[in-house]
């Protein structure tokens, strides 16, 4: 596996406070979802990690990773390549869902962001209710795969800027 898209979901802001609900990633073949209270361990998120060269994020030199070092004891095997630097180079800004629609990238789950996230996250806590999880799981699969259209966007615009 050479590069491994990554994004997680939690159940807020704060590293010290909150839980990671989702951890997902791509491989450009499969998408990986590891789920709170089902299958995301220290030595299931260690497998998946090991395996990448790269793993790439959208903000998650600041957000993703640390998160995930607060409540897991692991090492990024290789490179970090994080999308939101690269695309500040070639003038797009914001979150990946802007920048997502700035480059004309859809979307299907109908999640808004990351606090509609939080929210189904405790509705299926609460009331166990599968569609929840099930809209929340969607959501960080259109996360994970967008990923790799943002790439090719950020350095097609980096390679015109170059030359």
């Known amino acids: 596996m ?11 802001l704060s590293k010290d406070r909150h839980e990671v609900t989702v951890v997902g990633a791509y491989d ?6 590891l789920i709170k209270g089902r299958n995301l361990c220290e030595e ?32 990024l095997n290789g490179k970090h390549k994080d999308l939101m630097y690269l695309g500040w180079k070639c003038g797009l800004k914001g979150g990946l869902k802007k920048i997502e629609k700035e480059i004309g990238i859809g979307r299907d789950s109908g999640v808004c962001g990351g606090s509609e996230a939080v929210r189904l996250w405790k509705k299926y806590q609460k009331e166990e209710c599968k569609e929840a999880l099930q809209k929340l799981l969607m959501y960080n699969r259109e996360d994970v795969v967008n990923l790799v259209d943002v790439e090719k966007a950020i350095e097609k615009r980096l390679e015109k800027q170059n030359s």
């Open 2 to 12: 050479k590069k491994l898209y990554l994004d997680i979901e939690t159940t807020g």
């Open 28 to 33: 450009n073949e499969k998408v990986y979802q």
């Open 44 to 75: 299931n998120l260690c497998e998946l990690l090991e395996k990448a060269e790269c793993v790439v994020t959208y903000n998650g030199k600041r957000f993703d990773v640390p998160f995930l070092q607060e409540k897991y004891d692991f090492e």
